[in-house]
């Protein structure tokens, strides 16, 4: 689930004009300013392997906020922010 919510929030920040795309890999202000209350709450990021395994009860329950947060970072990371040999 966090990789079909990461991408959704991702995506969800491209901006259309004209029928094409003029601009992707928006900064989402509210899941950045989720991110860094979790963060800074001392709960800390939920682990990577333990969020990529979860089902989608699994996700949709708890920090849910957090979660969705992480899946965004995550993919913006990915898409924009990695090095080469990561992507």
Do not use: C
């Not at 966090?2 to 991702?10: C, S, V």
């Not at 949709?60 to 993919?75: D, T």
Request: no cysteine; proline share 6%; net charge negative.
């Amino acid at each position: 689930k966090w990789l079909d919510e990461g991408l959704a929030e991702f995506f969800g920040g491209v901006t259309l004009e004209g029928g094409r795309v003029a601009r992707s890999g928006l900064v989402h202000e509210d899941r950045l300013r989720d991110v860094r209350r979790f963060v800074s709450s001392g709960a800390g990021p939920v682990p990577f392997p333990r969020l990529m395994l979860e089902s989608g009860s699994e996700f949709y329950s708890g920090p849910v906020a957090a979660k969705y947060a992480q899946a965004w970072s995550l993919i913006h990371w990915f898409e924009l922010g990695a090095p080469a040999e990561v992507k």
